[in-house]
Every structure is written in C-alpha cells, then in structure tokens.
C-alpha cells in the first residue's frame, strides 16, 4: 500500500487531505469522480473498494481507462437507487455548488454512506468580497477560472452557508479543515467566521446525528 506521504505532488491538496480522512479498506463512493483521479489515490493509498459516478462520458471512459469502477450517473437523480448505509465514506469534491438541490443531495449522501466528505470553493473568501465591492463584478481568477454566464456552479455558497446547511440536514460536523488561496492547509484552526473570511475552501467530514 503507497503511503500517502508518496503520492505525486500534482495531486490537488484536497483531495490529499480527503484521502487521509478514510479509513484503510473502507468503501467508498466518490460522487462527481470525474476522470478518477482521488479514487486512484484511495486505491493506491488506502486499499478501498472503490466506486464513483461521474455525469460526463468523457470523465467515466478516462476513469474506466484507468481501470476504475465508474458508471455514468448523476447526483441530483440517481442517488436514490442506493441502498441505505451501503457505504463507508460518500465523497462530493468540489461538485456540490454545481448541483440542482444541495441540500437534497447532501441528504442522500447522509442516508446511503455512515460518513459523507464534502469539499467546496468558498464564495466568502476576502478575495470575493474584495472585487465585488471595489470592481463590481463577479470574480475570475486561477482559482475561480469561469465567467458569471459560463460558470458551472448554480450555489455561490460560503463556509457557513455550508455548515449551516449541514446542521439543517442534520449532520455532525464532526471535522471542517480550511485551504488557504494558495491551496495550503491553514495550520491553526480558525473560529468560522475567520474561516470564511480567509478560507478560499473548505473540507468537511460529517456524520449523521442519531
């Protein structure tokens, strides 16, 4: 098993941290995989039984090329046909803000997995608000590369939009870990009002109350 520590440095810092999150030998479902790039890394670091769903045929045939478990699904509609609890880990990177209903999927997520991993671009990070007011325009930069009429997101989210939408739906938050623009972990836990404001994202694990 490839130690985490090993991993190719181009690998994106959070799905890095996503993957020290899950448990050896767990399952997992990665939702939005894309082309499979964190369900490799899990299954070169953590030894998982491994599935995703990916909306895009060019993402599904790039992950299945790489002899990975994907089908073609999407979140907003297919999360139903999963048993309760079928899994260990449910995995949203950076998709949630390009779903229909949010809050029904993170739903979903709760019911079919005993832990859900969620990660999110911050839309409350200074750097937003600072070309809002001073420019008066929707922001465009390395880390948010789309214009306001080409975006694939739906939900301009912020940290606490997020957190609040997880207590809403009955979620522990049981860990909520901050990336710096720079894609670096912040190394002090922040109150959440200075997570918004300096986190450009967020990495939550949550668990459903009972």
């Given at each position: 098993?490839?130690?985490?520590a090993d991993?190719?440095?181009?690998?994106?810092?959070?799905?890095?941290?996503?993957?020290?999150?899950?448990e050896?030998?767990?399952?997992?479902?990665d939702?939005?995989?894309?082309?499979?790039?964190?369900?490799?890394?899990?299954?070169?670091?953590?030894?998982v039984?491994?599935?995703?769903?990916e909306?895009?045929?060019?993402?599904?045939?790039?992950?299945?090329a790489?002899g990975?478990?994907v089908i073609?699904?999407?979140a907003?509609?297919d999360?139903?046909?999963?048993?309760?609890?079928?899994?260990d880990?449910?995995v949203?990177?950076?998709?949630?803000?390009?779903?229909h209903?949010a809050?029904?999927?993170?739903?979903?997520?709760l019911?079919?997995?005993?832990?859900v991993?969620?990660?999110l671009?911050?839309?409350?990070?200074?750097?937003?608000?600072?070309r809002?007011m001073?420019l008066?325009r929707?922001?465009v930069s390395?880390?948010?590369?789309?214009?306001?009429?080409?975006?694939?997101?739906?939900?301009?989210?912020t940290?606490?939009d997020?957190v609040?939408?997880?207590h809403?739906?009955?979620?522990?938050?049981?860990?909520a870990?901050t990336l710096?623009a720079?894609?670096?972990?912040?190394s002090?836990?922040?109150?959440?009002?200075?997570?918004?404001?300096?986190g450009?994202?967020g990495v939550?694990l949550?668990?459903?109350?009972?």
């Open positions: 098993m490839t130690d985490l991993l190719v440095t181009d690998t994106r810092v959070d799905l890095r941290i996503i993957a020290s999150l899950i050896p030998g767990s399952r997992v479902l939702i939005g995989c894309g082309a499979g790039e964190l369900l490799e890394v899990l299954e070169r670091s953590r030894r039984d491994a599935r995703g769903i909306i895009s045929q060019k993402g599904v045939n790039a992950a299945v790489r990975l478990a073609q699904g999407d907003d509609s999360l139903s046909q999963y048993p309760d609890q079928s899994f880990y449910v949203l990177s950076e998709t949630i803000q390009a779903t209903n809050r029904r999927v993170l739903e979903e997520m019911r079919i997995g005993r832990k991993i969620v990660s671009p911050n839309f409350g990070h200074f750097d937003v608000r600072f809002l001073f008066g929707m922001p390395k880390r948010l590369p789309y214009s306001w009429y080409d975006t694939p997101n739906i939900h301009f989210c940290i606490s997020f609040a939408l997880a809403e739906t009955g979620a522990t938050v049981e860990q870990i710096n720079a894609g670096r972990k912040l002090l836990p922040l109150p959440e009002w200075l997570a918004n404001l300096f450009a994202q939550f949550l668990s459903r109350q009972h």
